[in-house]
């Protein structure tokens, strides 16, 4: 079967730096999106890795090895308004989204 | 007018009701999707259109009825609904075909409660 996991719950203090991470096990593989989904509202795009490696949007950064099957959200300087669940997402050999459950980051002042 | 918009943002509704959830992009994209969102759980792709065309049906239950009119619009009809039913139910948007990210735009949701 499919599986994506991800910690269910992560706390970190404001101004800190915090990593999520994603790992992966689909049926083919066509990319790997990152989005936050704030309480009560949409999921949005934060970040897309094809290719191994890093790829840096500011404060948010996402990291992609394919042979591990394995990714990690990084975010920087981080501030109250990051507290969101973050979602991990595979897009398998059918061009489907297979999703994580998602990771609720605390952040403490 | 934001990208995904649906309605109603939230509904209440007994296990002998009919209703429809509403979405609409106003992204000229191609595809448009249901997903069902339960706490603790990843997101359920329940049906995918495609250029108006159905072409995914992940074993819904018949009691979910989806509807797409045209390539901007996208109805979920329920009917005799559980209440393992309740949850936020989500509409997504993309333009596929291309090799480009395709990335998915959501709306709001609907927060669902069958009594």
């Known amino acids: 079967g499919q599986n994506i996991d991800q910690p269910t719950e992560m706390t970190a203090t404001e101004g800190a730096i915090v990593q999520i991470n994603c790992t992966y096990q689909?049926?083919?593989?066509?990319?790997l999106f990152w989005y936050q989904q704030h309480a009560g509202e949409a999921p949005t795009f934060l970040s897309y890795n094809v290719l191994d490696g890093l790829e840096e949007k500011g404060r948010f950064s996402s990291f992609l090895s394919r042979s591990k099957g394995y990714s990690y959200l990084l975010l920087k300087e981080l501030q109250m308004k990051d507290s969101a669940s973050y979602l991990c997402?595979?897009?398998?050999?059918?061009?489907?989204?297979?999703w994580g459950a998602g990771t609720k980051l605390i952040i403490k002042p | 007018e934001t990208g995904v918009t649906q309605t109603p943002r939230h509904l209440v509704m007994g296990m002998t009701n009919k209703k429809s959830l509403k979405c609409e992009q106003h992204l000229g994209h191609n595809a448009m999707y249901w997903y069902k969102q339960s706490a603790k759980k990843p997101l359920e792709l329940m049906f995918v259109?495609?250029?108006?065309?159905?072409?995914e049906n992940n074993s819904v239950p018949s009691r979910f009825s989806p509807e797409c009119p045209n390539s901007s619009h996208l109805f979920l009809h329920l009917h005799t609904l559980q209440p393992e039913d309740s949850a936020l139910y989500l509409c997504?948007?993309?333009?596929?075909?291309?090799?480009?990210?395709?990335?998915?735009?959501f709306g709001p949701g609907t927060r669902l409660t069958v009594l």
């Open positions: 997402a595979v897009r398998d050999s059918n061009y489907q989204l297979i």
């Open positions: 997504a948007s993309s333009q596929d075909g291309g090799g480009a990210h395709n990335e998915q735009f």
């Open positions: 689909t049926s083919g593989f066509n990319g």
């Open positions: 259109y495609n250029f108006k065309e159905q072409t």
